[in-house]
């Protein structure tokens, strides 16, 4: 060997040559990665400043918003927050969690609970030790009135992890407490004992609305309206729903004409954009404008067309119980005007039958049956009315009138044709469609419903009118019982008879209080 160096052969050379072309590829692909890096920074960083150029960034935004949060003006707030996070997304100059956590403070200030709570949620997702957040949420819920809905988000929390948590700990065993009473509530609602427990959880949550319109949608099953517009009043104007506003009107027109006033002021705003409390109003409105329709035709003697408004009255309003009672006894004063008197008398015991201590319901039934020439129960009627208003002297007077024609009747009962409500010269017919007319009134199968007194004189009055039609059908009984009727007569000092027909000179006795002192006949 003469120690010189061998010369590459041709495969060493092409090794070496693959070799640094790998690394120079390598090289070269990691150089357009850093510039393709960097130009992106320049980018974004150029896009950033062309949007600060252009308008304001999601922080401007979210500065903004809180300053109209703390001004109290939420839906703007709430419009530039909800900006702030669509802007958010491409110019991450502020935290996402703040925008949704700042949005959920304002869509909670504006009763907007279901949009809180959801907000609220996210924030808790991004920072799952956000118990402030979470808090929130459960409020929302109970805002809602949606008691297990707040239960179930504070137990996202494991046990151990909110028992270690004072806040979460009271709240879950506060609103744990309120679902066993709300579910109690609910089991027995429409009763007593469900308010005594609605009453408890709305002065537990004396805020929350849903649970005064629970309370007060109980209250309305028992008809007990006045109670209901009671529990609702103290939610402030500006915070009642539709919803409220329209049970509250409803327990007002259903307390009576006295209260129509109050349930339109709670409907006239709101009806312009909730179709239950447009209908609502319109109810009330028709109903009172023929009831007033109705007053005035009675106030001016046209007394038919009286009747007439009355009937489209009642027809609008066949639930409204407390307004029946005075459409049909008002109804029933008309009727006797026109000389509807069984008419008058049927209105009348629907008035009482709606409301039993009702007097002026059973005066003005009295005065019919007197019309009628049905003194017993006319003199029924009128001491029930004096029971009720005691001290009326006029009433009094009039249940004296009533006693003594009773007493006559008495006396009368042999007198046929009294008996029938006819005079001495009537025709066979005459005598016949009057029996047809009263023998269905006194049918003792036409009285199954009246209490035994009532059955009892029912009973008698059908068997005298039975014996006076047999009497007075038949011409040779007629006769001979016309005879007898004239030698008692001629035999009386005073010489006079009864058969003058009892029932219209006993109707004109009373005509004359058609109009009484108290301001008329109808209200």
């Given at each position: 060997?003469?120690g010189?160096?061998?010369?590459p052969?041709?495969?060493?050379f ?17 150089i ?42 939420y ?77 179930s ?5 494991p ?54 319109e629970?309370?007060?949608?109980s209250l ?6 006045l ?37 339109r ?6 009806s ?11 109810e ?24 007439e ?26 009727y ?12 009348c015991?629907?008035?009482i039958e ?145 058969s003058?027909?009892f ?17 008329g006949?109808?209200?």
């Amino acid at each position: 060997m003469d120690g010189s160096v061998a010369s590459p052969s041709a495969r060493d050379f092409d090794d070496d040559t693959s070799s640094v072309l790998i690394a120079e590829r390598n090289d070269r692909s990691s150089i357009l990665s850093d510039e393709a890096e960097a130009r992106a920074k320049i980018m974004k960083f150029f896009n950033k400043k062309a949007a600060a150029r252009s308008g304001p960034t999601s922080r401007d935004l979210k500065v903004e918003a809180d300053k109209s949060y703390e001004s109290a003006n939420y839906t703007a707030a709430l419009e530039l927050y909800t900006k702030a996070i669509a802007l958010q997304k491409e110019d991450g100059a502020s935290q996402t969690k703040f925008l949704y956590g700042n949005r959920s403070a304002a869509y909670f200030m504006a009763g907007r609970f279901k949009e809180c709570m959801e907000d609220c949620l996210v924030v808790f997702q991004m920072e799952p030790s956000n118990y402030k957040l979470l808090l929130r949420a459960a409020l929302s819920a109970i805002s809602m009135g949606d008691i297990e809905r707040a239960v179930s988000i504070l137990e996202i929390v494991p046990p151990k992890e909110r028992e270690s948590q004072e806040q979460l700990s009271v709240r879950y065993a506060e609103y744990k407490s309120a679902l066993e009473l709300y579910n109690k509530a609910e089991s027995a609602f429409g009763t007593s004992e469900g308010d005594e427990m609605y009453r408890m959880l709305v002065a537990q949550f004396p805020t929350i609305v849903p649970f005064r319109e629970r309370f007060a949608e109980s209250l309305f099953r028992r008809k007990q309206y006045l109670r209901a517009v009671e529990t609702l009043e103290v939610v402030s104007a500006k915070a009642r729903p539709p919803k409220l506003l329209h049970l509250m009107a409803n327990c007002l027109y259903l307390s009576g004409f006295e209260h129509f006033e109050r349930a339109r002021k709670c409907l006239e705003e709101v009806s312009q954009f909730d179709d239950d409390c447009r209908k609502l109003l319109n109810e009330i409105n028709r109903v009172d404008d023929a009831k007033q329709k109705g007053n005035n035709n009675f106030s001016s003697k046209r007394f038919k067309e009286s009747v007439e408004h009355y009937t489209a009255a009642i027809n609008m309003a066949p639930n409204n119980l407390s307004i029946l009672r005075i459409l049909y006894c008002n109804r029933a004063a008309a009727y006797k005007e026109i000389g509807s008197y069984r008419e008058g008398v049927e209105d009348c015991t629907r008035a009482i039958e709606i409301a039993p201590d009702f007097f002026k319901a059973y005066a003005r039934r009295a005065r019919c049956h007197i019309n009628l020439g049905d003194n017993f129960a006319a003199v029924r009627d009128f001491k029930k009315a004096l029971s009720l208003e005691k001290g009326d002297r006029e009433l009094e007077k009039e249940l004296r009138h009533a006693e003594a024609a009773l007493s006559k009747e008495g006396e009368k009962e042999k007198d046929f044709y009294y008996q029938l409500g006819l005079t001495k010269t009537c025709s066979e017919r005459d005598i016949k469609v009057k029996y047809r007319e009263l023998s269905l009134r006194w049918h003792p199968d036409k009285c199954v419903g009246l209490d035994t007194l009532e059955k009892e004189r029912a009973e008698h009055k059908f068997k005298i009118i039975s014996e006076a039609y047999a009497t007075l059908s038949d011409p040779a009984k007629r006769r001979e019982y016309d005879w007898k009727q004239d030698r008692e007569r001629l035999s009386r000092p005073a010489g006079f008879g009864f058969s003058g027909g009892f029932g219209a000179a006993s109707g004109d006795q009373y005509r004359g209080n058609r109009y009484r002192a108290r301001g008329g006949d109808t209200w």
